[in-house]
């Protein structure tokens, strides 16, 4: 399974989960045209594409994808936040309901951000194991057993929030919503070291922000305190997502 990542963070989220027959995407929040691009316009692998959350990072582009026949799931609290244009509608997911989709098996669980019902994901499939995708969520309230591969959000660092709250890069307000609704790169290292990483093949980090975070010292310091490969979702990155390292 390969990972191909379209967007993470403020300019549009999008992940393409990918095998020879069958493609996921995760999140609405690229242009659909780009994703057409990026799987050579063989559109009909496509299964389904998951959303996190009504933010339009994530869901702005919902709509091309309803009208292009993709089958979408939300939460309720998603869709009834979201304007909906067109006879298509998007499928209900709820936190805790697995859903079985092509090769994936999908339980949505709790995210805690600042939307009306956001999720996170607990996907397994036969190439890539058990992995979460955790985006837009201070907090993941659970541990997940027998992980393979982690994409989590590491937002901001605590430090340089403060420092650009002091020399007004961002605004008090700014940075007390980014608090309630974002995950710090500490929250991020104490989440990943709750779980048991012993099976993980590939961190992924997402959705970091483009004035509070440091790519480079997030990823060399999760690397180093897990002793795991770790990715930074770049724009156009692919990534071998399975369960076994070769
Ligand atoms: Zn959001």
Redesign the pocket.
């Known amino acids: 399974m390969i990972l191909k990542v379209l967007g993470s963070g403020s300019a549009g989220n999008c992940y393409i989960f990918e095998n020879d027959s069958e493609a996921m995407i995760l999140e609405a929040g690229v242009k659909f045209s780009e994703v057409k691009k990026v799987l050579d316009f063989n559109i009909r692998k496509i299964v389904c594409c998951l959303i996190t959350?009504e933010?339009k990072?994530?869901a702005g582009h919902i709509n091309e994808f309803l009208n292009d026949g993709i089958t979408v799931y939300a939460s309720k609290g998603t869709i009834n936040n979201t304007l909906i244009k067109g006879f298509r509608l998007p499928l209900i997911l709820k936190a805790g309901t697995l859903l079985r989709i092509g090769g994936f098996k999908i339980i949505p669980f709790e995210a805690k951000?600042d939307?009306a019902e956001p999720v996170g994901f607990f996907i397994n499939h036969e190439e890539t194991g058990n992995f979460i995708f955790a985006t837009?969520t201070y907090y993941i309230p659970c541990v997940f057993s027998n992980l393979s591969n982690i994409l989590i959000e590491a937002n901001y660092r605590q430090d340089i929030l403060e420092e650009n709250t002091r020399n007004g890069s961002i605004s008090l307000a700014q940075r007390n919503r980014t608090l309630q609704?974002h995950m710090s790169y500490e929250t991020c290292l104490k989440t990943l070291l709750a779980n048991d990483l012993s099976k993980v093949n590939n961190i992924v980090l997402i959705h970091l922000s483009n004035d509070n975070s440091n790519a480079l010292d997030f990823q060399e310091g999760i690397r180093k305190e897990t002793g795991k490969t770790t990715h930074i979702a770049d724009k156009g990155i692919v990534i071998e997502l399975n369960k076994t390292p070769f």
Do not use: F, Q
Request: glycine share 0%; proline share 0%.
């Open positions: 959350h933010h990072d994530h951000h939307a837009d609704s």
